[in-house]
């Protein structure tokens, strides 16, 4: 079993849904991290939380230590939101080292 | 400010040569980690430099080696390399002075083929 767990895999949505992607770890962590990894490779940093939820846009992510889980929203979604999603754990608050990457979940937003 | 650069942006090798990929943070950031994606499985760390020393190690052979220079700037290479290697190579820089919870900004990445 990963120690990082991604669901769903693949997702599919219509241009305006709601979209969960949800996040379960079974390591005990300092920070949860957000990725975003559009066609070609580039990687962006989203989020990164240690407790309770942060905003950005039309993004939310919220994490709960007790169930080791997070979740991540996307509101009003757009296919320019289309990319794979990343959750990485990080597992002690010591150097960027100790990052347990989930697989991604691959997002794909119909006009 | 200009963003992590990567050089190069693709590489074909043959099995047993060896590469060695370059990875510019931005500039003031003093960590540098290295991130092996493939397929199979995914984003694994590789290791992270932080003025001139490694501090962190990922699970990989002693083939993978890296380094850093004075001015921040790194390298990794691989020897003897392996069909396996094929992959895309990451590199992320941070301010490198509050551990675990900076915001790591990643370059476009450096796509291997091991032919």
């Known amino acids: 079993k990963n120690e990082v767990e991604q669901s769903p895999q693949n997702l599919t949505a219509q241009e305006g849904e709601f979209i969960t992607i949800n996040c379960s770890y079974s390591?005990?962590?300092?920070?949860l991290h957000w990725l975003q990894q559009h066609p070609g490779g580039g990687i962006v940093s989203l989020f990164m939380?240690?407790?309770g939820k942060k905003k950005h846009g039309r993004l939310i992510a919220t994490i709960n230590i007790q169930e080791k889980h997070s979740s991540l929203h996307i509101t009003a979604s757009h296919p320019r939101d289309s990319a794979v999603y990343i959750c990485?754990?990080?597992?002690?608050?010591?150097?960027?080292?100790?990052?347990?990457f989930g697989k991604g979940t691959k997002l794909s937003v119909k006009p | 400010k200009a963003g992590v650069t990567q050089t190069p942006r693709y590489l074909i090798k043959t099995r047993g040569q060896q590469v060695t990929l370059s990875c510019s943070p931005i500039?003031?950031?003093?960590?540098v980690s290295w991130y092996q994606q493939t397929p199979g499985q995914g984003l694994q760390f590789l290791f992270e430099?932080?003025?001139?020393?490694?501090?962190n190690k990922g699970n990989f052979p002693g083939r993978f080696s890296g380094r850093q220079f004075s001015n921040s700037r790194s390298e990794m290479n691989v020897s003897t390399l392996e069909l396996g290697d094929s992959a895309l190579y990451l590199c992320?820089?941070?301010?490198?002075?509050?551990?675990?919870?900076?915001?790591?900004?990643f370059g476009p990445g450096t796509r291997l083929l091991v032919l």
């Open positions: 992320a820089s941070s301010l490198g002075v509050s551990g675990s919870l900076e915001t790591q900004y």
């Open positions: 390591v005990g962590i300092s920070a």
């Open positions: 939380l240690s407790s």
């Open positions: 990485a754990a990080r597992t002690d608050g010591g150097s960027q080292g100790n990052l347990i």
């Open positions: 500039s003031g950031h003093r960590s």
């Open positions: 430099y932080f003025s001139e020393t490694q501090r």
